[in-house]
């Protein structure tokens, strides 16, 4: 299925400025490895060196924060998918 995903503006320097691509995937994590290969520099910030979501990465199904669980739960045809970078300072 085909999923827009809004790249947030921290991360869209891994998508050439782009702030909506559409991937293929039936479920987020799906549509994040679709992500990262058609954008290759986007895995360093995706994942870590084993491969796993970074903790830091949050995800958005039509607005709302999914857990870490949910990552592999289905889309629906025509959510939306926003994936956010989330840092912090101290």
């Known amino acids: 299925m085909s999923v827009k995903v809004k790249i947030s503006s921290l991360l869209r320097q891994s998508t050439n400025g782009r702030e909506i691509v559409e991937v293929t995937g039936n479920t987020p994590l799906e549509c994040?490895?679709?992500?990262?290969?058609?954008?290759?520099?986007?895995?360093?910030?995706?994942?870590?060196?084993?491969?796993?979501?970074?903790?830091?990465?949050?995800?958005?199904?039509?607005?709302?924060?999914?857990?870490?669980?949910?990552?592999?739960?289905?889309?629906?045809?025509?959510?939306?998918?926003f994936v956010l970078l989330a840092i912090g300072g101290g």
Do not use: A, T
């Open 32 to 81: 994040l490895h679709s992500l990262q290969s058609e954008f290759p520099k986007m895995r360093k910030w995706l994942y870590d060196k084993q491969g796993e979501l970074r903790p830091q990465v949050w995800c958005f199904v039509n607005g709302e924060k999914i857990l870490r669980d949910d990552v592999n739960k289905p889309l629906n045809d025509g959510d939306e998918l």
